[in-house]
C-alpha cells in the first residue's frame, strides 16, 4: 500500500463544475503540499497545510490532521485548470516529499 | 527571472557518456532538491541539501549519480556511464530557510538516453 493514496486517479468535468480531489496519508507529518503539473513537466506548489483550510482564488485545500485526509477543491473550474494535481507530504523522519501518483483533471469547455 | 533556472532543459546522449545538469535555485532559498521523473509517475526523490551541506541522498545516488552544492548557490547533478533507464526528467527545487513556504520548481532537464 501506498503512502499516500489520491482519489480519483482521472477526472474528467465540465467548465464551471465545482472539483475535489482527495488525498489519503499513513505516516506522521509536518507538512502535506498540494501541487499542480501541466504538460511537459512544469510543476507549480498550490499550497503548504499543515492544518485547518487554506485558500487561494478558487482553489481552497483542507487538511484533516486526524483522519489524516486533505482534500484540494476548485471552484467554477475552468479548461486552464486542466492538469495533474499532485499530494505530497513531508514526512516527520526525513526531508523528502512521499508523493501520490497524482490526479489528471481535464476541464471540457 | 527570479524562479529556479535549470540548464539545460533538453539532453540527449549516447549510452555510457556522462551528463551534467545545473540548478540555480532562489538566491535567498538555502534548501534545494533534486528529483527524477519517468513518464507517468510522481517524482522519485534523489538527494537534499541545505546550504551547501548534503543532508540526505537515495540509495541511487551512492553509484553513478553524484549531486553538489560547493558554495551553497548553485548546484549540479551528475550521471556518470548513463544507462536508458537514466532518461527521465530530472526536477530540481528549493525552499526558503522559513519553514512556512513550499517549493518552488524549476521546469526540469528532460535527458533522453540512447
Known amino acids: 500500500k501506498n503512502e ?22 499513513s505516516v506522521g507529518i509536518s507538512a502535506l503540499h498540494w501541487l499542480q503539473q501541466h504538460p511537459g513537466g512544469g510543476i507549480v506548489s498550490l499550497f503548504m497545510l499543515s492544518s485547518g483550510k487554506k485558500k487561494h ?3 481552497i485545500a483542507t487538511i484533516n490532521i486526524q483522519e489524516k485526509h486533505s482534500s484540494l477543491h476548485i471552484t467554477a473550474s475552468h479548461p ?12 516527520y523522519s526525513n526531508y523528502q516529499l512521499i508523493w501520490g501518483a497524482g490526479t489528471k483533471l481535464i476541464i471540457k469547455p | 527571472d527570479t524562479g529556479v533556472s535549470q540548464d539545460p532543459r533538453h539532453k540527449i546522449t549516447k549510452r555510457g557518456q556522462n551528463v551534467t545538469f545545473r540548478c540555480d535555485p532562489i538566491s535567498e532559498h538555502n534548501r534545494l532538491y533534486w528529483y527524477r521523473q ?19 541522498k537515495s540509495r541511487l545516488l551512492s553509484d553513478r549519480f553524484s549531486a553538489e552544492r560547493p558554495k551553497g548557490s548553485f548546484s549540479t547533478l551528475e550521471i556518470q556511464r548513463t544507462e536508458q ?30
Do not use: H, K
Open chain 1, 80 to 91: 486552464r485548470d486542466s492538469a495533474v494535481y499532485i499530494c505530497a507530504v513531508r514526512a
Open chain 1, 57 to 59: 482564488g478558487r482553489l
Open chain 2, 38 to 56: 519517468t513518464l507517468g509517475q510522481g517524482p522519485e526523490f534523489l538527494t537534499y541539501f541545505q546550504n551547501e551541506a548534503q543532508l540526505e
Open chain 1, 4 to 25: 499516500v493514496e489520491q482519489s480519483p486517479q482521472n477526472l474528467t468535468a465540465q467548465e464551471g463544475e465545482f472539483i475535489t480531489i482527495n488525498c489519503s496519508y
Open chain 2, 85 to 114: 533507464g537514466d532518461s527521465a526528467m530530472y526536477l530540481c527545487a528549493s525552499r526558503p530557510r522559513v519553514a512556512d513556504y513550499g517549493y518552488t520548481f524549476g521546469s526540469g532537464t528532460r535527458l533522453t538516453v540512447v
